[in-house]
């Protein structure tokens, strides 16, 4: 093998590590290793970023890569937190003899599916394109939120969300938002303007406080809740300024002669 082959199989090496991490993550939420499954679901989290910047460091970018890195997602980001979300706090929620919880994480993993799906189709029509958002919350995203708050109650102790109804609303609103078209932040191409940098210091600040008033997971947890609520109120806002801008209250057309 030449070096030049080499270079191609070192970023699939990395997104292979995160399968691995993935399938590792599902095998412990059956075994009620709940803080340890988190943890490799987060592991993957960072193998995947890792990935898309060795191959471009590199250059080996290829067609395959990044297939193969959107089929790791579906079982490390979709898959795995599914199983981890359903054996920690739904297993025991039913409806008669059907497993309402299991259809609940059901729905993640299938908008987490079809978020990536829809990725690739917009990569394909604009190849090698960097933009300063994603359309729809990312699937790792969403995964990190669903481990997040794994990790955040079995560090402190307390189970909040555990056999709670909040918590399919939690997976329910995250998997409504990465088949939606609200704007997300990618940080991949960021022209930092004026609002861009409140925005990353509102969020260093917000982490700080966490820090020091919890540990780390509920502070990366209510940095992650942040972002949600970031892409939410940026869309609404958006949408606000483009309704105000076709339809102005002084527009000279409505005034009578």
Request: with cysteine; aromatic share 10%; hydrophobic share 55%.
């Amino acid at each position: 093998m030449n070096i030049q082959n080499a270079k191609y199989i070192l970023p699939n090496l990395f997104t292979l590590g995160s399968v691995f991490l993935g399938l590792q993550a599902i095998a412990w939420s059956f075994d009620a290793q709940f803080a340890a499954a988190g943890i490799a679901i987060l592991g993957a989290a960072i193998l995947d970023g890792m990935d898309g910047r060795v191959a471009r460091l590199t250059r080996t970018q290829s067609d395959f890569g990044t297939q193969l890195d959107s089929l790791a997602d579906a079982i490390s980001f979709g898959v795995a937190p599914a199983f981890l979300a359903y054996q920690y706090a739904l297993v025991d929620f039913r409806i008669g003899e059907v497993s309402f919880g299991l259809l609940v994480v059901a729905v993640f993993a299938i908008c987490g599916v079809l978020r990536l799906a829809r990725f690739n189709v917009l990569a394909q029509r604009a190849p090698g394109a960097a933009s300063s958002h994603f359309v729809g919350l990312p699937i790792p995203g969403a995964a990190a939120l669903v481990v997040l708050t794994v990790l955040s109650a079995e560090r402190t102790h307390v189970a909040f969300l555990r056999g709670d109804r909040t918590y399919i609303v939690l997976l329910l609103l995250l998997s409504a938002l990465m088949v939606s078209t609200v704007r997300y932040p990618s940080f991949k191409k960021v022209r930092w303007s004026r609002r861009h940098v409140l925005v990353a210091l509102l969020g260093a600040t917000l982490l700080t406080l966490g820090l020091k008033l919890v540990s780390l997971f509920p502070a990366l947890l209510l940095a992650g809740t942040g972002y949600i609520a970031y892409g939410l109120l940026d869309t609404l806002l958006r949408r606000i300024h483009a309704r105000d801008a076709r339809d102005p209250a002084d527009d000279p057309s409505d005034a009578v002669e």
